[in-house]
């Protein structure tokens, strides 16, 4: 399982665009790129999902570059509600089987 | 459609009593996976349960074991409670090994 390392926390403004990256040297062939946002108390939520260039959804872009060795989670124009932790987690999307490693996250904190 | 959904919300137990924890996936979803999650830290895997059999556990003591019914919802129960086994108690569900979607979680508190 490829281990992850991120920024244990990140402080920005509202309406700023916040990058957050996640370094995984290990990703193996058949390993997708997963972000996950947790409230405190509540369980993670799916935000995004990606293999490999760029992924856009109405939440947030995943960046991959070609070595896929990192991934980057573009959040455009952060609120205070973006306040959260956030996973970076790398595994196979398959039938084989494996245990997500969630790790500590980086805690975002948002002010006005 | 339905969330995963996790009951109780609350769980109050005293050291050396047994817990219970319940999960119904989402409608469709065949895998369950359950996360521990201790004040400050991130989650820990703890078990995944896939077509009602143990898939893969994570490095927890036997006393935390569970099962996953025939359709689909899952129980974990926790023996012999210690105090550091007070945390949120996560489950999730996904299609075969896709993207996991989480339930609101059972704190457990052990006194």
């Known amino acids: 399982l490829a281990k992850t390392t991120q920024p244990i926390s990140m402080d920005s403004y509202e309406g700023q665009e916040v990058n957050i990256t996640c370094s995984h040297n290990?990703?193996?062939?058949?390993?997708?790129i997963t972000w996950y946002q947790q409230f405190p108390s509540q369980g993670p939520r799916f935000i995004i999902q990606?293999?490999?260039t760029k992924v856009t959804n109405e939440v947030a872009s995943l960046f991959i570059p070609a070595d896929r060795k990192s991934s980057t989670l573009s959040l455009p124009r952060v609120s205070l509600s973006d306040t959260a932790v956030y996973y970076c987690?790398?595994?196979?999307?398959?039938?084989?089987?494996?245990?997500?490693?969630f790790g500590k996250g980086t805690s975002l904190l948002v002010t006005p | 459609e339905a969330g995963v959904t996790q009951s109780p919300t609350h769980l109050i137990k005293t050291r050396g009593q047994q817990a219970t924890l319940r999960c119904s996936p989402i409608?469709?979803?065949?895998?369950v996976y359950w996360y521990q999650q201790a004040l400050g830290l991130g989650l820990q895997f703890l078990l995944w349960?896939?077509?009602?059999?143990?898939?893969n556990r994570g490095n927890f003591p036997p006393r935390f074991s569970g099962r996953q019914f025939p359709n689909y919802s899952s129980e974990l129960n926790v023996n012999a409670l210690e105090l550091e086994d007070s945390a949120l108690y996560l489950c999730a569900s996904s299609r075969a090994q896709n993207i996991q979607y989480f339930g609101a979680g059972t704190r457990l508190s052990v006194l």
């Open positions: 987690l790398v595994g196979e999307n398959s039938n084989s089987g494996y245990a997500l490693n």
């Open positions: 290990n990703i193996a062939t058949n390993d997708y």
């Open positions: 349960y896939d077509e009602g059999e143990e898939r």
């Open positions: 409608s469709g979803h065949t895998s």
């Open positions: 990606g293999y490999k």
